[in-house]
């Protein structure tokens, strides 16, 4: 029941013009309530990620984006992670921001345990020395000592700049 032109007047807003309005962002109508269109759109990302040559290399250390990040009672710091490139795997060295810590613990989308996470999959990690905000970007480091040794300087960072904000 969605106003598609409303919605790609509004996509125009932003620099996102679909493509049957002379643009270049391809739109495909999905419904989520009945499943109509979901193939399409799913043709037309794979379309879109060989046009690009989007490519992620599995054999490399793990890098990504945090997607969701909270403090659990019983577990601590709790993160999700969108792995990018390269393979997350269990007990490797993590910074993000101005935390860092050991992927002590992983689970997919459906909870299970899992040891590593390929390209383009989500997880939910446990083992930061903190919360992070979404958006922040992840990557594997081999050695915690450096790990360590960078999300200090970056705490530090972040105090400067806090303190020179007031």
Known sequence: QANLDMVKKQLSKVNLTAEDWGGQTITVPVSAKTGEGIDSLLEMILLQ?????????????????????????????????LVQNGTLRLNENIIVGKYYGKSRAMFNDRGQAVTEVLPS?????????????????????????????????????ATYLTCNDN
């Open 49 to 81: 990620a060989q046009m690009l040559e989007l490519k992620a290399n599995p054999a490399r250390l793990s890098k990504g984006v945090v997607v969701e990040a909270k403090l659990s009672k019983g577990r601590g710091p709790v993160v999700t992670l």
């Open 121 to 157: 999959f989500p997880v939910e990690v446990l083992g930061l020395s903190g919360v992070p905000d979404a958006g922040e970007q992840f990557f594997a480091i081999e050695d915690e000592k450096e790990a360590r040794e960078l999300a200090i300087a970056r705490q530090g960072e």
